[in-house]
């Protein structure tokens, strides 16, 4: 596997898996991390049956900024023009893989509960 990092390339060799928690880690010197995915600590909500709003954001911490990984956005019954009832119900949900760099620091926010990572070693 090749990754390409800035104007050269590198040789990836696998290293590990890790679960990365709320305890902030840093990707080391001469490693590179693949996301693969996000195990969540809460199932997604229910659709509420009033007029009432539910908004739900599940986040990571990366380079010390906060970032949005699955967000629900849900609205109780409302009327259309045509009189109709129904709720209104928005997911959205961050893709992966994302690959992040040595030095980069990564940990769980709110309502991740892990974050499923692939260590690679960089060989020139």
């Known amino acids: 596997m090749v990754f390409a990092m800035?104007?050269?390339?590198?040789?990836?060799?696998y290293g590990k898996s890790k679960l990365i928690d709320s305890k902030v880690d840093t990707v080391?010197?001469?490693r590179a991390w693949k996301v693969e995915g996000f195990i969540f600590s809460n199932t997604m909500a229910n659709c509420p049956g009033s007029y009432s709003v539910v908004n739900i954001d599940d986040s990571i911490v990366l380079n010390g900024h906060r970032m949005a990984v699955r967000t629900q956005r849900m609205y109780g019954p409302s009327s259309n023009?045509?009189?109709?009832?129904?709720?209104q119900?928005?997911?959205?949900q961050q893709t992966t893989p994302m690959w992040l760099p040595a030095g980069a620091t990564l940990s769980a926010g709110r309502g991740v509960k892990f974050i499923n990572v692939i260590e690679f070693k960089e060989v020139p």
Do not use: R
């Not at 800035?6 to 060799?13: A, I, M, R």
């Not at 119900?89 to 959205?92: A, D, F, Q």
């Open 6 to 13: 800035g104007l050269y390339s590198q040789n990836l060799q």
């Open 81 to 87: 023009s045509w009189g109709a009832i129904s709720p």
């Open 89 to 92: 119900y928005i997911l959205w």
């Open 28 to 30: 080391p010197s001469g």
